[in-house]
Nanobody, 126 residues
């Protein structure tokens, strides 16, 4: 199994925007729900957003609703996370992962995902 590769992180001022990308290979990307997760220093990895395998259904944790948008391009084996109006509390390492089960319903439960990448650091300065 090939791990996802995340990119697009960086340092941004509060109120700014970033677009994260996550590319996978070696499996049927379009058959799996995808999730974005973040881990702040000293904290557990929490779900941020998830998207169904077909892309028709999305889920967001309450703290990012209205600010973040998850999308996917199955032809490019890539899932995106557009992050607007960033806040210092959005700081952390962002990871993506595919669901454990093909054609399963997307969720915000990290236990339903596996095959984590190395992550990409997002730092939001106040």
């Amino acid at each position: 199994q090939v791990q996802p590769v995340e990119s697009g992180g960086g340092l941004v001022q509060a109120g700014g925007s970033l677009r994260l990308s996550c590319t996978t290979s070696g499996r049927t990307f379009g058959a799996y729900a995808m999730g974005w997760f973040r881990q702040a220093p000293g904290k557990a990895r929490d779900a941020v957003a998830a998207i169904s395998w077909g892309g028709s259904t999305t889920y967001y944790t309450d703290s990012v609703k209205g600010r973040f948008t998850i999308s996917r391009d199955n032809a490019k084996n890539t899932v995106y996370l557009q992050m607007n109006s960033l806040k210092p509390e959005d700081t952390g390492v962002y990871y993506c992962a595919p669901s454990r089960v093909a054609f399963s319903t997307a969720s915000l439960n990290p236990n339903e995902y596996h095959g984590w990448g190395q992550g990409t650091q997002v730092t939001v300065a106040s």
